[in-house]
């Protein structure tokens, strides 16, 4: 099993930047991937950005140029660096472990931390 807790979450004005932090631990070996979703108010879950366990990394398009996720394995920690941050951003951003078996996978998540990015 594994287990994430996430950090970093608060309130920002537009245009300012935080990072979020997601700390892993338990049968870390069994992960084949990391990433970033959000869920904001009324609305589905959707992709942030992922990273695999050999460091390729892929964003939503929204995020491209903003957001960053990165990861320091000696920590066992995921980062996500969001810069030119917008209202439209606010949501539960919520840590994702995944295990691929085949042509299917297997989810870890974390309890979610919130941002509010005011105008």
């Known amino acids: 099993q594994v287990q994430l807790v996430e950090s970093g979450g608060g309130l920002v004005q537009a245009g300012g930047s935080l990072r979020l932090s997601c700390a892993v631990s338990?049968?870390?070996?069994?992960?084949?991937?990391m990433g970033w979703y959000r869920q904001a108010p009324g609305k589905q879950r959707e992709l942030v950005a992922t990273?695999?366990?050999?460091?390729?990394?892929n964003y939503a398009d929204s995020m491209k140029g903003r957001f960053t996720i990165s990861r320091d394995n000696a920590k066992n920690t995921v980062y996500l660096q969001m810069n030119s941050l917008k209202p439209e951003d606010t949501a539960v951003y919520y840590c994702?472990?995944?295990?691929?078996?085949?042509?299917?996978?297997?989810?870890?998540w974390g309890q979610g931390t919130l941002v509010t990015v005011s105008s």
């Open positions: 990273i695999s366990s050999g460091g390729s990394t």
């Open positions: 994702n472990a995944r295990r691929i078996l085949g042509t299917q996978f297997l989810d870890a």
């Open positions: 338990g049968s870390i070996f069994i992960i084949n991937a």
